[in-house]
Structure formats: structure tokens, C-alpha cells
């Protein structure tokens, strides 16, 4: 088990966490366990929870066919859902999983991460904007005069809300 071999060379949990991807909890475990019985303590601890689903076959198959793209898997769209991600990996190798399951199979085992599209209108007139930015931000920024507190209420005749 490679957690004893770096126990072993005298490694700390904390480098243990890292270059073995678990939990500190594990790795506090592991070497307590180690401290305790040696190396005979943690026969079988190399695997951590349940074995995936997915091989290493499996999921390179789907790496692929993600890196296709959505619209050549047959979707309308040229951004990729969960749902959709969940349904090819469900084409490809007979395994269903669910959104919240396929996130963490995206994420942990094929170091996918959140892209988000910038949305924009397709109407957006950048130059409108621009000029907007230069001509009335600095106004509104600057707020009210420092010399003209004024009021909000829209009953008194001189409420600046409401000029006459």
C-alpha cells in the first residue's frame, strides 16, 4: 500500500492527504492504524469506498466522446447539461447515474470543471455602452451636492425627487 511506503520514508499525514487524495480523517486513521500493527494493520485499506462503476476503459470512452461535443452526440445545443452528460455516459457504457453522480464523475475522476457561457444580448450596442459609461456614470456615482441635502419625501415642495 503506498500510504505505508510514505509513512514508512517518514512522510507526514498532511503529505499523505496530498499526494494520495484522501481525507485527513483517512490518513489519520491509516497512521494510527501503521503506528499500531505495521504495515499487516492496513492490508486492504488501499481502496477507498465503493468500486466505481465506470473502468478506466469505460471512462476514457466517454472522455472522448465529451470532447466530441454535445452536437455530436445529438444534442440541439452546443453546451453540455448534466442530464446530458448522464445520458451519454448511459449510451456508452449501460451505466445510469444521476445529475448530482455525473457531476462527480466529471469533476474527480476526469478533472472537468464548471464552465459557465457568458451571457450577453444579442442586441448589445458596446458602443451605446461605452459612451453611456462616460457621459452619465461619473453623475450618478457622484451623487447629490454636498451642499443641497435635499429630501425623499415626494410631499415636500422642496423634495429633490421631484422638482417642479
Known sequence: MRAVELFEAGMRQVDVVT?????AQTAS???RQWAAGGRE?????????RTPRLSDGQLAQVQTALVAGPKANGFGT????????AQVIERL???RYSPSQTWLILRQRLGWTRQRPARRAVERDQQAIEAWVK????????????KARGS????????RCCPS
Do not use: E, F, N, Y
Open 19 to 23: 499526494q494520495l487524495g484522501v481525507s
Open 29 to 31: 486513521r491509516w497512521h
Open 41 to 49: 494493520a492496513l492490508v486492504g485499506a488501499d481502496r477507498l469506498g
Open 78 to 85: 452546443d453546451m453540455w447539461t448534466l442530464a446530458h452528460v
Open 93 to 95: 457504457t449501460g451505466v
Open 135 to 146: 457621459r452619465d456614470w461619473p453623475r450618478i456615482k457622484r451623487g447629490l451636492d454636498a
Open 152 to 159: 425623499v419625501s415626494r410631499t415636500k415642495a422642496d423634495s
